[in-house]
């Protein structure tokens, strides 16, 4: 196995750029989504013996202009408001009528010099139209025209959003209009049922995701195969986001992209202004690359570990090998009734494991297990929903309550997994001074610990392995489609098409 990449680095002849062409948006998406929404809060409010009136009402997002100037921000749509509506502009708001089920949006009314410095102004048919509206007017008749919706009352009824994001800890925003005090208005009802409405996906959802991961994907493999040594870091990001947009259409990522070598790949959200993805790749250094595409809001999580001269070491082997088991058990393990919780641990339990077997620790296992000495090498949670956000909503519902454990208070979902969500595998093992220094001088932990075998891993970084997985009845389906075995991560950096012709690298390798 070991000889499979030399067999093949010799390959024929490049691969085109892309095999993949952005697929047609399907708005019935957000007709659907509406309609789900309208279901679970009718049968919300049918249980509590409340009356099936008034409207779902949300605020879109709006243009940010960088502090004082007028360079404005490029715009992406608030995640609930795209979720209901796919309205890429912004300025607008969203209404739904719980009676009929019937929309409503209402478009801002623009300026005449609009057209001058931005493009035709578009009329209200056209938003009607193309975002498959019940109705469309402009933003100062929402008074007026959720009155006339219910003639009978006084004060019709308003259901915002407004509720706790599990990950941020940021409040969502509920919506803002002169004139809302000529409505009554509930704060409590919308988020939890909303919420719950995104954690599973539907089908035409899954496409979407499953393109977002099939275009990054292809990028990933792109980088690894164009990286050197010698570059600069952000020559892989740069390398990532052009291919995606140039083949995929994806000009927003799910988030800013993490391209770490050496050490920096033991800092887990690397790549942030304060470090800005600007090392230049020395041989020897493994890099870890977390890069994700979005498509239409829907988006993509996927992690790329691999060495930058395209050659593991055997400590590379040993660490890669560690986390790739863990990613593969947790994956073949994944489905319905499954505890997240408990996918967490599995994948600690193999990585201490294989540091054991590897002599870089010593002791039992179970024992390790307890001392929660896991969260050593891996602090994270194994992983995230995703969907519209990369860490979408749903992870803690009330009454769930947050592991308090360290590693899995990390967690950003508790839950037991459901056939519809789709959930990030990430597991990982970083070598972090701020965590291993302590770790051996516990008086708990210390005794696990080979400080020779360590030493070997100083400046070493870490490896993630992070692939998005949507749970089916029969298990967990793996969108992410990346070379992941060491020879194929050889083989792919010394040229070879991917995906691999195995039936060819087999047979040059006389069967072996």
Not at 15 to 26: C, V
Not at 65 to 91: K, M, N, W
Not at 353 to 364: N, R, T
Not at 464 to 489: A, F, Q, Y
């Amino acid at each position: 196995m070991a000889k499979q990449s030399e067999a093949i680095s010799m390959a024929s002849s490049s691969p085109p750029p892309s095999s993949l062409s952005p697929p047609e948006i399907p708005m019935e998406l957000h007709v659907n989504n509406r309609e789900k929404l309208i279901k679970s809060l009718r049968q919300h409010l049918t249980e509590s013996s409340r009356p099936l009136q008034g409207f779902v009402i949300l605020q879109g997002g709006e243009e940010q202009t960088r502090y004082c100037t007028d360079h404005i921000e490029l715009f992406r749509q608030e995640s609930y408001f795209a979720y209901l509506f796919g309205v890429r502009e912004p300025g607008f708001y969203g209404a739904i009528d719980i009676a009929t089920g019937k929309s409503i949006l209402f478009a801002p009314r623009l300026p005449a010099d609009y057209a001058v410095w931005l493009g035709e102004i578009k009329p209200l048919s056209y938003f009607k139209e193309r975002y498959m509206a019940g109705m469309v007017h402009y933003v100062d008749e929402i008074v007026g025209v959720l009155h006339d919706q219910y003639q009978g009352l006084d004060k019709p009824l308003l259901f915002l959003l407004h509720g706790l994001n599990t990950d941020s800890n940021n409040f969502s925003k509920s919506a803002e209009f002169e004139g809302i005090e000529k409505f009554e208005t509930d704060l409590i009802t919308l988020h939890p049922i909303l919420t719950e409405c995104r954690v599973l996906k539907s089908g035409l959802e899954l496409d979407l995701i499953q393109f977002a991961n099939d275009i990054s994907s292809e990028a990933h493999v792109e980088v690894m195969r164009k990286t050197r040594v010698g570059m600069k870091e952000y020559q892989l990001e740069s390398m990532f986001l052009h291919h995606t947009y140039m083949y995929g259409g994806c000009r927003h990522c799910s988030y800013t992209c993490i391209c770490a070598t050496g050490e920096n790949s033991s800092v887990l959200h690397y790549g942030h202004a304060a470090a800005p993805n600007d090392r230049t790749l020395e041989d020897g250094d493994m890099a870890l690359l977390d890069m994700g595409a979005e498509y239409h809001f829907y988006g993509s999580d996927i992690t790329c570990s691999f060495p930058v001269n395209g050659k593991f070491t055997s400590d590379q082997c040993l660490i890669y090998n560690a986390v790739l088991e863990a990613h593969n058990a947790v994956i073949c393990a994944m489905k319905p009734g499954v505890s997240w919780v408990d996918m967490h641990k599995l994948a600690e339990k193999i990585i201490l494991e294989s540091l054991k077997k590897g002599c870089i620790l010593v002791g039992d296992v179970d024992d390790m297990m307890v001392e929660r000495l896991g969260a050593v090498f891996m602090p994270h949670g194994l992983g995230h929903f995703l969907g519209i956000d990369t860490h979408d909503p749903g992870g803690y519902y009330k009454g769930l309550e947050r592991p308090k454990e360290p590693g899995l208070r990390s967690l950003r979902t508790a839950r037991e997994l459901q056939e519809g969500m789709v959930i990030t595998v990430e597991p990982g093992c970083y070598f972090i001074d701020a965590l291993l220094v302590p770790a051996m001088e516990n008086i708990h932990t210390s005794k696990f610990f080979n400080p020779e075998a360590i030493g070997r891993f100083n400046g070493f970084g870490g490896v993630r392995i992070e692939s998005d997985v949507h749970v089916t009845s029969d298990g967990g389906k793996n969108m992410t489609k990346c070379p992941r075995e060491i020879w194929e991560i050889e083989a792919v950096m010394a040229g070879a098409p991917w995906p691999l012709d195995k039936t060819s690298i087999y047979s040059e390798n006389g069967g072996s």
